[in-house]
């Protein structure tokens, strides 16, 4: 999957992935009137909400994107019916030629990893049959348990041609708390990129692995030093724009090839209808507001990446 997404990235020299994280305070007024009026004001009127904002995001940006990136909690917290709008946004976004990377940062071990493996990335057997839970393409892992929770998402990904990123700096504030702490005199977040790139070496594509990292845009330096440790594992790259990362601060991040990295942003395009840079668009336009931010976006790291 990998190669696949490398290539996608290639062709539309666009290295950035749009994530879908919807919070009904960033759903147009008129969205939300229509899905209440004939849901109510129910989980499954919230849902309907939040599917038809997606819907109208995808269709302005697929043909810009390489990925999309949504994080299922914005989701969950609508119950079922969120998580029907998660299945839904993953397959139109199939549906569209984007690869969808799902943002679910599980993290457990044995039996219980296996089965957020299948059921995210692969397929569950029922009697005689097999079915695919969210079929989505690549897959957040968190990777505090080890190898216990880490290797059977490996072992799907190999039968099924799927990836992973597993966290390793991320963007928050607080992430130093555990992830800069000294381990025998070397912080525990490298001896983390160290271990990927030894995992990514069982599942390798063309030129980077199906093991992949994230690395918060929010912490350039660290991300320079990470780059040279994984030097054939992707980068997803958290943090652009809202958090505080710059376009000029994630060249590192990339390879000299001009890949290795691919940008996130969220509610900086969801969103972008909200800020003053793009209000002139309207609440009614909010998706040509988002088309703009991506376009924006794009200009601004492949800019980066051509001063460097």
């Known amino acids: 999957m990998i190669n696949t997404l490398v290539d996608k990235i290639s062709a539309l020299n666009a290295p950035v992935v749009v994530g879908l994280d919807p919070m009904l305070a960033y759903v147009p007024e008129y969205i939300k009137k229509a899905a209440f009026e004939e849901y109510g004001e129910t989980l499954e009127g919230a849902s309907e909400a939040i599917w038809q904002f997606n819907k109208a995001i995808v269709d302005a940006v697929y043909d810009l994107i390489p990925a999309v990136k949504p994080q299922i909690a914005m989701y969950e917290q609508f119950g079922i019916p969120g998580l029907m709008a998660f299945e839904k946004t993953c397959e139109y976004c199939k549906s569209k030629g984007l690869l969808v990377i799902g943002d679910i940062k599980r993290g457990d071990i044995g039996s219980s990893s296996a089965a957020y493996a299948v059921g995210h990335l692969g397929r569950v057997s029922v009697g005689s049959k097999t079915y695919s839970g969210f079929s989505e393409d690549f897959v957040t892992v968190n990777p505090y348990l080890g190898s216990d929770g880490v290797k059977p998402f490996i072992d799907i990904c190999k039968q099924e041609n799927k990836g992973i990123f597993v966290l390793v700096k991320t963007s928050n504030p607080s992430s130093g708390e555990f992830q800069d702490q000294m381990v025998n005199g070397t912080p525990l977040y490298e001896l983390v990129g160290k271990k990927v790139a030894e995992w990514g070496e069982e599942c390798m594509g063309d030129t980077y692995s199906n093991v992949g990292c994230v690395v918060g845009a929010t912490y350039p330096e660290m991300g320079k030093v990470l780059r040279k440790l994984m030097p054939k594992t992707y980068i997803l790259v958290p943090g652009y724009g809202a958090q505080g990362g710059r376009a000029e601060d994630l060249v590192h991040y990339f390879n000299e090839d001009g890949l290795g990295a691919i940008?996130?942003?969220?509610?900086?395009?969801?969103?972008?209808?909200?800020?003053?840079?793009?209000?002139?668009?309207?609440?009614?336009?909010?998706?040509?507001?988002?088309?703009?931010?991506?376009?924006?976006?794009?200009?601004?790291?492949?800019?980066?990446?051509?001063k460097r």
């Open 263 to 306: 940008v996130n942003s969220s509610r900086g395009i969801i969103a972008a209808y909200k800020q003053e840079k793009y209000a002139s668009f309207g609440e009614e336009n909010f998706a040509d507001a988002s088309r703009q931010a991506v376009i924006d976006m794009i200009a601004d790291i492949t800019g980066a990446l051509a």
